[in-house]
């Protein structure tokens, strides 16, 4: 459950970063080109946190799967075709989603890359599930 939560919260935190620093990620709709108001600035939201919260599903339930899939792959790529599997990822939530745009593959890497990097922050960073139940 724990890694569930972290893999949402990165999600959403690294797409949000994406967006504001990445051309070529866009959320598109006519409330997402400049939210004016409060209203757009809360579909914005909405929005975000439900794609976050598909991106982080798919990454603890279907990830361990291809990975484990793609083990002869990672043993011999050294670990590099996990980030094409986290790249995968990333595109299905932008193929699957209407609001999310990524423009090409040097977006969706970086995207990837900054969703990995939220990710490997908040695990370090928020306290571990073991430190939660000892005190």
Do not use: C, H
Not at 34 to 51: G, W
Not at 53 to 65: D, E, R, W, Y
């Amino acid at each position: 459950m724990w890694n569930l939560f972290l893999q949402i919260i990165s999600g959403i935190l690294g797409l949000w970063l994406a967006d504001r620093y990445i051309t070529g990620v866009d959320f598109i709709g006519p409330l997402f080109l400049l939210p004016k108001k409060l209203a757009d600035l809360s579909a914005f939201l909405r929005t975000l946190v439900f794609i976050g919260i598909v991106l982080g599903i798919l990454n603890s339930a279907v990830k361990p799967l291809l990975n484990k899939i793609a083990l002869p792959l990672r043993i011999i790529t050294l670990n590099l075709f996990s980030l094409l599997i986290a790249m995968f990822m990333v595109w299905l939530v932008d193929v699957f989603s209407s609001e999310l745009i990524i423009k090409g593959i040097k977006p969706l890497f970086w995207t990837t890359v900054i969703i990995f990097l939220v990710n490997f922050f908040l695990s370090k960073w928020l306290p571990s599930r073991k430190s939660l139940k000892n005190q």
